[in-house]
């Protein structure tokens, strides 16, 4: 048995044990009912909400961010929560995870990552009394609905940051499934270095795994020995084998989603800080409010920076601080639009 199976199955246990107070609540919601039509007032059900994360949920990255939004909305708006996690991100694999959240009571289900998109859109399609959300997604519906955290924005000053702070005139980037917030990232990252210093060279990769260290170990040390001295990482638990390449080479890192430059200053330069676990807890306070999520597609960008900014570690320059400040001022506004296409060439390892 293979570890993404084996942790699939510990989360469809996860699921059970959470989801034994469903058939009392829904007793209880029968009681009630029968108590109202002799004059008393019925208690209102919780809101029961079901996540899928595919992929490690403690990876310290993008599906660790996206459960802690859910957790977020389970501690602060008093909802139910169940969730699936620990499957790889494939279609055959998501659409039965997310019928099975369906099925077992979620009335909002909540697939975190744009790789849900088109399982998303065909599950929904199926159970059009519940609501579906893709958080980082790009779909929409008569039931379905996507909230996008604009990381692309924080990405593109990642490379703002990286043209002024190389040494050698050579970045990296790096990355693993080549999902649409991926591709916008690379893209904005891309245009960021080039709109900043046109003479810097890029080296950008896609491995095909965010959480292999060993692979995304050999490619960051093959970007450094072609003369990258800063790259920036959309991975997952991958994250770490570049790190370490890191610590080995003295190259520096800009990390993403979270601040990685509180958890590692000697090698995290900067973090592309992108709560992408917002859009969770959002489309949870949405349908508490308004009884349903969306509608279409919501997003958010660094005109919020407690969801979208770039982090700076303590040894960045005043100067470099008032170029990206500048940049960031300008994507705000408006008056500066990330581009989400790249059409450069690639590093092969």
Known sequence: ???????????????????????SLLALTA?????????????????????????SRSDKGFMEAGWRGLEKARQELGVQTRFLDGMAPR???????????????????????????????????????????????????????????????????????????TQTGVVGHMSGIRVPPGLKGRAAYAAGVRDTDARVK??????????????????????????????????NSGRDGVTQA????????????????????????????????????????????RGTPGPGIRRIGLSDPAAVRLTLGQGVAAGVRERVARASAAIASGQLKVPEHYEGQEFSA
């Open 246 to 289: 890191c610590r080995e080479t003295g190259a520096r890192q800009i990390g993403n989603v979270i601040d990685w430059t509180t958890v590692d200053p000697q090698v995290f330069v900067a973090s592309a800080w992108a709560d992408v676990g917002i859009g969770a807890f959002l489309a949870v306070k949405d349908m508490q409010e």
């Open 91 to 165: 279609k055959e694999l998501l659409e039965p995870a997310l019928t099975q959240l369906a099925e077992q009571g979620a009335q909002l289900v909540i697939a975190h990552g744009g790789q849900n998109n088109q399982a998303a859109a065909e599950v929904a399609a199926r159970f059009p009394r519940i609501q579906f959300v893709v958080t980082q997604g790009a779909v929409q519906g008569a039931n379905l609905c996507s909230y996008d955290v604009l990381q692309e924005e924080s990405a593109y000053l990642a490379g703002v940051l990286a043209a002024l702070t």
């Open 31 to 55: 009681c009630a009912g029968r108590a109202g039509i002799s004059g008393a007032a019925a208690p209102a059900s919780p809101l029961v909400v079901g996540g899928l994360f595919a992929g």
């Open 1 to 23: 048995m293979s570890s993404s199976v084996h942790r699939s199955f510990v989360s469809r246990r996860q699921w059970m044990a959470s989801a034994v107070a469903v058939p």
């Open 202 to 235: 890029l080296l950008t990769n896609f491995s095909g795994d965010q959480d292999d260290n060993a692979l995304s170990h050999r490619i960051a040390r093959a970007q450094m020995a072609a003369g990258a001295d800063v790259i920036f990482t959309m991975l």
